[in-house]
């Protein structure tokens, strides 16, 4: 979030796109004693280069070096958070560990909160519909969260922190979708170039994603 802050985001999410797998990667070898597998490696970096290419945006805006060195310290703490949780799901179960990874962002989160600057920000900065919109988001995020260290509890970290791409490729055909079938509702405007872009980051996601499926 300080990177965002200091730098646009489409210039700045290729960045821990790019990062996260192969940090995870590192971790994994060095900690877990896993690399990948011969046959994974090509999938794996055409997910990556995928990944970056989907979220890549050409608007000409310039990168901060403190806002790089932001996305890249938060990549390193993803990736190595998701290597401990594969050590946490090996040792104590998958449900017990997960139960274990939520009460322990429950604490890190009220630790947070205490802080008397936070709290009045909070009181603050409080729109409409707080409320539904925040248990909406959790309700979601929640289920994602379950699934997806489901997954790591299963196979290769590395591999599924590439596999983010799958989720920029949803994104895209959504509002390519909807953009064509319901302008009114959502009008998302792709110059050739950045259409040809998507196009080639998703064939790149979805060709890997075969490979994978096919070993």
């Known amino acids: 979030f300080s990177a965002l802050a200091s730098s646009d985001a489409s210039a700045i999410m290729p960045v821990l796109e790019g990062w996260l797998p192969i940090a995870t990667l590192i971790f994994s070898a060095g ?3 896993t690399g990948l597998p011969g046959t994974h490696i ?3 970096v055409l997910l990556v280069v995928g990944t970056v290419i989907l979220a890549h945006e050409s ?7 403190t806002s790089v060195g932001y996305m890249l310290g938060a990549a390193g703490c993803f990736a190595l958070s998701n290597v401990l949780a594969k050590m946490l799901f090996a040792d104590a ?13 429950a604490c890190a989160a009220a630790i947070f909160v205490m802080a008397p600057a936070v709290r009045r920000r909070l009181a603050v900065h409080r729109p409409k519909h ?22 790591i509890s299963l196979g ?60």
Do not use: H, W
């Open 31 to 33: 900690i877990l004693g």
């Open 42 to 44: 090509v999938p794996f």
């Open 59 to 65: 608007n000409g805006k310039s990168v901060s070096r």
């Open 93 to 105: 179960g998958f449900i017990t560990g997960f139960v274990l990874m939520k009460i322990g962002a």
């Open 130 to 151: 707080a409320g539904a919109i925040f248990m909406t988001n959790r309700i979601l995020a929640s289920v994602g969260s379950l699934a997806f260290y489901y997954a």
């Open 156 to 215: 290769n970290p590395a591999v599924l922190d590439a596999m983010r791409g799958i989720a920029l490729v949803t994104v895209f055909c959504i509002a390519l979708g909807a953009s064509v079938a319901a302008p009114k509702l959502l009008r998302e405007r792709f110059d050739q170039k950045s259409l040809v872009q998507k196009v080639a980051g998703t064939l790149l996601v979805i060709g890997a994603i075969g490979m994978l499926y096919a070993l």
